[in-house]
């Protein structure tokens, strides 16, 4: 399959009070269509300084970054932000809705950002709620919903731009069993339907659940399944 994602020696080094930490220090690594990637790794070793690269909300500070086989290394942050919201969807595991809004508002925002998004944005969002089983819900508000539920809000709202790859970051650390189970299950139907997932998390049983592991520590990657083909 075509690589969607390809990091090359990345480095990405903050100053802190005169010291330099590494916290991506010479990462290579490449992310293909149809990809299920779980990231692990203990507090501090760089997961989500590779997320920030993998979602374009960074860049390396030396190294090479292509995404969709273009350099964008050096990619202004409009052009990122472009890039983003046509072609990324975000996961958070707090949710991150808009409490004011309906779920129908909320998943209609990114819509919003990418401008020429695909059209029928309004069937678009019957559609995307009904894949994640909360069609009944779509004039509900946020507090209205148990967490299970607002994290399938916050996947419909992920998907509504149809991106080439979702980031999700913890997406479960906020739910209960039950829940986690339900959402890993909607993963991997995505996933089985060709939707291209990162996933951050700590929880093994949750990594277990990806088609391939990476494990990163001191800003390295020093374990990795090979990318699926
Ligand atoms: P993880 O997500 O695995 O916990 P991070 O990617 O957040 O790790 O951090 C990696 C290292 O970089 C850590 O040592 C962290 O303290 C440092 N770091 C991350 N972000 C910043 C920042 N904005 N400024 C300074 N140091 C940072
Ligand atoms: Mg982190």
Redesign the pocket.
Known sequence: MASLIELNNVRRT?Q?GGEA?H?LDGVDLTINEGDFVAIV?T???????LMHMLGLMDRPDSGQMRFEGNDVTKLRAAAQATLRARKLGFIFQAFNLLPRLTVTENVLLPVTYARDGPGDAKERVVSTLDRVGLAHRAKHRPSQMSGGERQRVAIARALINRPRLILADEPTGNLDTQNVERILTLFKELNAEGQTIVLVTHDLDVAATAKRQIK?AD?KIVSSDEASD
Not at 43 to 49: I, Q, R
């Open positions: 903050y802190v930490v916290a790794g507090s501090g070793s760089g997961k989500s300084t990163m800003g």
